[in-house]
């Protein structure tokens, strides 16, 4: 089975939803951001598809591939990996190397965890994050945490929703200030889910 992993930027106080200008897409201004970029690329290395929801979709869609002078690397790796956007509405996805997944979220994902093939990686989509979360269908979470605190916006986790225990298996601070923390749900037993 695939894993399938949340991979989320998020302000110190567990916003994800980009409500102030926190996050910039190709860096963050004249920070040095080397470090960082090289942790992305070698996540991507370990991951061939990218799943989305329709919006996270549509607003990637509408700026990475007008990105014609990206030097990172990540509008390149964009265009090439597999996209899945898991969508009721969209048809036609009108972006190189994307499928559009109709059917129900839970089935559809279950179904593309089965495959063989590397992780698979949900960023931003919100609302799907909630329901992949709720079913029990992720398993790492991948949060970049930026040293900035928004004062509003969604967090990873649906309301409500509770994990009794994730296990830290890396922590890793970067020179623009940004830390990684990556968790793995423990299913009771102690076991890694």
């Given amino acids: 089975m ?28 004249d920070v040095d951001m080397a ?81 063989s093939g590397k992780d698979i990686v949900l960023t931003g989509s919100i609302t799907l994050a909630h329901t992949l979360i709720a079913a029990g269908l992720v398993d790492e979470y991948r949060f970049f945490v930026y040293p900035v605190v928004q004062g509003r916006g969604r967090c990873p986790f649906p309301q409500g929703y509770a994990i009794p225990r994730l296990r830290l298996v890396e922590s890793k601070a970067f020179r623009s200030g940004i830390t990684l923390q990556r968790y793995v749900p423990l299913r009771s037993g102690g076991t890694e889910a």
């Fill in 2 to 29: 695939r894993t399938l992993a949340i991979t989320e930027n998020i302000t110190v106080d567990g916003s994800i939803e980009m409500l102030t200008d926190w996050f910039d897409p190709q860096g963050q201004g």
């Fill in 35 to 115: 470090d960082l970029l090289e942790e992305n690329h070698r996540q991507d290395s370990r991951a061939d598809a990218l799943l989305l929801g329709r919006q996270t979709f549509e607003d990637f869609r509408g700026y990475w591939p007008q990105q014609t002078d990206d030097t990172t690397g990540i509008t390149d790796y964009l265009n090439k990996v597999h996209k899945y956007v898991v969508s009721t509405t969209l048809t036609d996805p009108r972006w190189a190397n994307s499928t559009v997944l109709a059917g129900d979220a839970i089935e559809e994902v279950s179904a593309l965890k089965a495959r």
